[in-house]
């Protein structure tokens, strides 16, 4: 479809021929951001990323009673699956997003507090996840066969600045 | 039953230790092998005398009451007790405990000492680094040993041993051992039977002849599985140089809680289930795909765990037979494989 500019300034574009042109130029609402704005988000985005990978690993103690974390069941992720939420959980007896399955993990598994579904730490919990199953295809629905994370060789799977001990340089 | 031989495999080649990777002389400082004097005699010739054992591992107790670990290690027990034949002994191949403490190894001992078969033990990485394997060696001695049994010559390895990344970082023994409990640990690197255990094998199978039976076990894989999660061990390369001489090798290790096979060369080398949780499978492309359990249901506990026995023919071929404690086995390994 060619648009012509001129009309959505003179309003005589119609209501669906503008959405056409949003989802037709996406970049078009906004320019880019600058590079030190992108910096920024990406710090902000890999500190979160960095808290779930702590907490995955057990560093809030009300997670679990049992001394199991979810690290325990699924390293670097594997096997959490969060590119196949929202979907029927058998253990829920519902549709459920990814959230809802940790908190299953947290109260079961690991007979731990859950965590609150809106706060932060769920947030950081879910891009964790996310972040190692970064580039995967995303198949909502039950899936009869694991899932696996990107394959990392070293470090901890996402941009960080490592302890300096040993090989986490 | 499954017979690999008979199968058409892939490219298993494409799945081989690390190609002319030369181990790197560092030991972990502190680490005293206290290594079984070699036996001088050598296994001879002929057949083998037909027999079972079993392997139990990865129980990773904790020291709490009453843990689900606990009874899951004591139905393990059970099902070992329960095998007919009974088999001729157990190994245990690593794990006893989840933060090498103490009390963790002497609760799995109490749990084990229902077998009425002698046990042998190797260590793994989460029964050894809160005291260097003090309280370990202490209860179960060497962690390197060999033995003959019915014409057969069995080896167990320490094959968990790191560089000491500890020291210099003076970290203390429990945040040494809380790196090591993590799976995907950036700091403490791959893990290895280092050189004086590859000193002690050299001795160890030097007067055995080539049709002598070998059967190994260490805590991870003779083979490079996936690194990342330590199933590897850095120096298997120069082991299985060593062992290149024999006609076959068996390999069974611990460490990844799944059932999964390879072959290199003259070695085929055997997962073991655990009894604490299954572990995922990593994104490999395996030469035996075949070899892969079912994918655990996450509400039942013991769903991908159990025990698993191996019974030896006297032509020395084996048949290993995982016992899940659920129903998690592919047509493959239904009925046992061969290996």
New interface residues.
């Given amino acids: 479809m060619k648009l012509n500019t001129k009309n959505v300034v003179s309003g005589l574009l119609t209501p669906v021929a503008l959405l056409a042109l949003l989802a037709a130029y996406p970049a078009f609402a906004r320019d880019p951001y600058s590079k030190a704005e992108l910096a920024d988000m990406d710090k902000q985005l890999l500190e979160v990323v960095n808290h779930g990978r702590d907490l995955w690993?057990g560093s809030m103690a009300s997670m679990s009673t049992?001394?199991?974390a979810c690290?325990?069941?699924?390293?670097?992720a594997?096997?959490s699956n969060p590119t196949t939420f929202p979907k029927f959980q058998?253990?829920l007896g519902r549709v459920a997003p990814m959230r809802d399955m940790i908190n299953w993990?947290i109260q079961?598994?690991q007979q731990g507090t859950a965590l609150d579904v809106n706060g932060p730490d769920m947030v950081a919990m879910e891009a964790y996840a996310m972040y190692m199953y970064r580039g995967k295809p995303i198949e909502p629905g039950l899936q009869?066969?694991?899932t696996?994370?990107v394959?990392?060789?070293?470090?901890?799977?996402f941009p960080y600045k490592?302890?300096?001990?040993?090989?986490?340089k | 039953m499954t017979d690999f031989d008979k199968m058409s495999r892939r490219d298993f080649f494409t799945i081989t230790g690390k190609a002319g990777l030369a181990t790197l002389a560092a030991s972990a400082v502190g680490v005293n092998l206290g290594m079984v004097q070699v036996a001088e005699a050598a296994v001879g010739k002929g057949s083998v005398t037909p027999f079972r054992f079993a392997i139990l591992t990865d129980a990773h107790l904790f020291s709490m009451d009453n843990h689900k670990f606990d009874a899951q290690m004591a139905d393990a027990v059970d099902k070992v007790m329960s095998m007919k034949p009974l088999p001729d002994f157990v190994v245990y191949c690593g794990d006893i405990a989840q933060n090498g403490k103490d009390d963790q190894l002497r609760k799995g001992m109490k749990i084990l000492s229902k077998l009425t078969m002698p046990i042998h033990y190797i260590p793994g990485e989460h029964d050894w680094y809160l005291d260097m394997g003090a309280a370990w060696r202490g209860h179960f001695g060497s962690p390197t040993w060999s033995f003959d049994h019915k014409g057969v010559h069995f080896i167990g390895m320490n094959s968990i041993l790191v560089r000491d990344f500890w020291t210099k970082a003076g970290l203390s023994a429990e945040e040494r051992m809380g790196v090591m409990e993590m799976l995907e640990s950036p700091i403490a690197g791959p893990w290895g039977v280092r050189e004086e255990q590859l000193d002690w094998l050299k001795k160890d199978v030097k007067n055995l002849k080539p049709d002598t039976p070998v059967v190994v076990f260490t805590h991870s894989p003779l083979w490079d599985y996936y690194p990342r999660w330590n199933f590897q061990t850095e120096d298997a390369p120069e082991i299985r140089e060593i062992l290149k001489k024999f006609e076959r090798v068996m390999a069974f290790h611990g460490h990844v809680h799944q059932t999964v096979y390879n072959k290199i060369g003259n070695m085929g080398s055997v997962g073991t289930l655990s009894t604490s949780w299954p572990w995922p499978y990593p994104d490999v492309k395996l030469a035996y795909p075949n070899m892969q359990m079912y994918r655990s249901d996450p509400a039942n506990f013991t769903d991908g765990e159990g025990a698993q026995h191996i019974d030896l023919e006297s032509n020395f071929s084996g048949v290993m037979q995982y016992e899940p404690f659920g129903d998690m086995l592919t047509p493959a390994m239904k009925n046992g494989f061969k290996i």
Avoid at chain 1, 151 to 157: C, D, N
Wanted: net charge neutral.
């Fill in positions: 690993h049992n001394g199991l690290g325990n069941c699924h390293p670097d594997a096997a058998a253990d993990c079961v598994p009869t066969k694991q696996a994370p394959v990392v060789k070293s470090g901890r799977g490592g302890s300096g001990i040993g090989y986490d």
